[in-house]
């Protein structure tokens, strides 16, 4: 399984199985990187530029889909964070507390990581159309070039368990019995805070304790 600089296990053979789109492609299969931040690798942003922009990983020159030329891998300015806040691989829901600096059930968990990679100031070189490896401009090789950030979310248990390089992000798996403790706790605590109570009730509340 890919491993964390760490050198622990994040849980699966290939992070882009697990990625659905680039967060900079919008519903058009438009790259939004190429327009927004494109003054940090004007090749990259030209060439997107004289196809409209288009993204090549994610449609094809008819807008087909199907006939997408590139993987999410071969483009350089690649990024995919998962927002869905739920335990990817146990499926338990974040429920966090109003006002509370209680530790979240839900953290986020890299499948890959980014060299240096922060959204509009990424300076890497650009992925190669083709497909093709190598080695960058730099001199670096394409497969650390195009490093690229991978995330999901994972309960804390079961980020726990995955990090400890036995268990993988697409087990069937139920929360953990701890966690369901947990979340219950705090989803009570929060139906006894929004309970409605009447001004007449608050008055007798009141009177009651100065007795």
């Known amino acids: 399984m ?6 622990t296990s994040v849980g699966v053979d290939d992070p882009y199985d697990h990625v659905d789109r680039c967060d900079f492609v919008t519903d058009e299969g438009k790259c ?9 690798d004007p090749a990259f942003a030209n060439a997107r530029s004289a196809e409209d922009f288009r993204c090549p990983a994610a449609v094809g020159p ?8 590139w993987d999410w891998a071969d483009c350089s300015h690649f990024r995919c964070r998962n927002r869905d806040r739920e335990c990817i691989r146990c499926g338990l829901a974040e429920r966090r507390m109003a006002h509370s600096e209680e530790r979240p059930l839900l953290e986020e968990h ?4 980014s060299e240096a990679r922060e959204a509009g100031t990424d300076e890497r070189p ?7 490896r190598g080695e960058s401009p730099d001199g670096e090789s394409d497969e650390a070039a195009l490093s690229h950030e991978i995330t999901v979310y994972l309960c804390r248990w079961c980020h726990a368990k995955v990090h400890g390089s036995w268990a993988r992000i697409d087990d069937d798996a ?3 019995p701890e966690a369901i403790a947990e979340r219950e706790g705090r989803r009570s605590r929060e139906q006894s805070e929004m309970g409605f109570q009447s001004a007449a009730e608050r008055f007798d509340d009141e009177s009651n304790y100065q007795q």
């Open 2 to 7: 890919e491993k964390a600089p760490g050198g």
């Open 32 to 40: 939004r990187w190429a327009r927004e931040h494109g003054h940090h």
């Open 62 to 69: 008819d807008g087909d889909p199907d006939d997408a030329e």
């Open 110 to 113: 890299h499948l890959s990581y």
């Open 126 to 132: 650009s992925g190669r159309p083709d497909g093709e």
């Open 174 to 176: 139920s929360p953990d």
